[in-house]
């Protein structure tokens, strides 16, 4: 009896480690040098984490500010991972839908720090960064079978999420905007690219996801409200422990994680837009 309980312990951990999610490290070399007087390649890279499940779907993650990874291994998953999907990454693994840690690539990626100093709205906006992305997606759909790709943009990841929806059209089957930036209209401000964003040039698919209560005065709900129509999923309620109203707070759904997360798969899924989650 002691032997076939042992085995048993054995089948089981030999089954949970066979249906664990598998991280990889992506980079595709993107044919150009990181500046004139350099020969370094610019390299595009992102981390792939694969369900169990054998899928088609994946969901490319823009994260907030300072809007890039700086990725170089795959230990550089969980900072990067946006603070809302972290802590529910299974539900996204079990509903078959991969994640896409996204980076700006290696010639956008400027100095480390909070403020971004590289990444910015010339870039963001332009047929380079969806070039740079299309050359993700093909790996992706190359190596890794997925052909449906999804985008989501938490707040400063935002402008690379709408500009791509418009500049990708329909080689994406969807986009996802989260708290997004919309009212930033200081002199220089970096975002200013979407200040006045053509969101009637998206034609794929599109989901608006913000917090009634999103405290940052760069990211308004009012605002998101008046030109979402339909495609608006407010989320509601939390509990809130940080005082920074653009870093965590109502901003990242503090307290409502698993709300926001629910409302992205559910959309993907069915394309089915829940007008209120949430307490």
Not at 23 to 50: C, H, N, W, Y
Not at 80 to 85: C, K, L, M, P
Not at 131 to 136: F, H, I
């Amino acid at each position: 009896m002691k032997k076939f309980c042992m085995l048993l312990l054995l089948l089981l951990a030999h089954s949970a480690r066979a249906q664990a999610p598998v991280d990889v490290l992506i980079e595709v070399d993107r044919g150009r040098t990181e500046s004139f007087f350099s020969s370094k390649p610019v390299v595009q890279r992102a981390i792939l984490m694969k369900p169990a499940v054998q899928s088609d779907t994946a969901l490319l993650m823009f994260r907030g500010a300072p809007g890039y990874s700086r990725i170089e291994t795959v230990k550089d998953k969980f900072r990067n991972v946006q603070n809302f999907i972290r802590p529910h990454m299974r539900l996204f693994m079990e509903a078959g839908i991969a994640l896409v840690v996204m980076d700006c690539p290696t010639d956008q990626w400027g100095e480390p720090g909070f403020y971004p100093t590289s990444c910015l709205d010339s870039y963001r906006m332009s047929a380079q960064h969806a070039d740079d992305v299309r050359s993700l997606m093909a790996r992706l759909r190359q190596d890794h079978g997925y052909s449906r790709f999804y985008l989501i943009g938490h707040s400063a990841g935002s402008v690379s999420s709408r500009w791509l929806a418009k500049n990708l059209g329909n080689e994406i089957a969807g986009s996802i905007h989260s708290a997004a930036i919309n009212a930033d209209r200081r002199p220089g401000a970096p975002w200013a690219s979407v200040m006045d964003f053509p969101y009637k040039s998206i034609v794929a698919p599109v989901l608006h996801l913000h917090h009634e209560s999103d405290g940052c005065s760069y990211t308004q709900h009012g605002v998101t409200r008046s030109y979402a129509g339909g495609r608006l999923t407010t989320v509601r309620g939390g509990t809130v422990k940080t005082t920074d109203p653009c870093a965590l707070h109502h901003h990242s759904y503090e307290g409502a994680e698993e709300a926001a997360s629910l409302a992205v798969i559910n959309w993907i899924k069915t394309g089915k837009v829940e007008p209120f989650v949430g307490e």
